[in-house]
């Protein structure tokens, strides 16, 4: 699919650099929400075949960076549609409930230092 002129001033601002991991590289490939189909940055490679597929497959290892970029991606405010190529084979859970989750995770590792955090709430 070919990027809108939008789409392609956007990608020429990143300068090249990953809105994901920050690394600088030759090329950037568009990064969209398979569910609304909006388009949420400009991601290098590696964070566009390994990090992103994973972190929607698994989502309960998703943790800090990755999920700051998931909950409130660098395009978000543009509201600009990439047409998925491929349908979903699978259905993706909720980020709120991703969240609480690694909440749940972060919980358990320091009760386990022997700390007593508070429990996490729920977020909507």
Do not use: W
Not at 68 to 75: A, E, F, M, Q
Not at 95 to 110: C, G, Q, R, V
Not at 114 to 119: F, R, S, T
């Amino acid at each position: 699919m070919t990027l809108t002129k939008k789409l392609r001033k956007l990608k020429n601002d990143c300068h090249n650099v990953c809105q994901l991991c920050g690394v600088e590289v030759n090329g950037l490939f568009c990064d969209h929400d398979h569910m609304t189909e909006l388009v949420r940055g400009f991601v290098c490679r590696d964070c566009n075949n390994f990090v992103l597929p994973a972190a929607e497959r698994k989502p309960e290892l998703v943790t800090g960076k990755v999920l700051r970029y998931l909950n409130c991606p660098p395009l978000k405010e543009h509201k600009i549609k990439y047409k998925n190529q491929k349908p979903l084979k699978m259905p993706l859970k909720p980020l709120s409930e991703i969240a609480y989750e690694t909440d749940m995770d972060l919980y358990h590792k320091l009760r386990a230092f022997g700390l007593n955090p508070k429990i996490p709430a729920r977020r909507r």
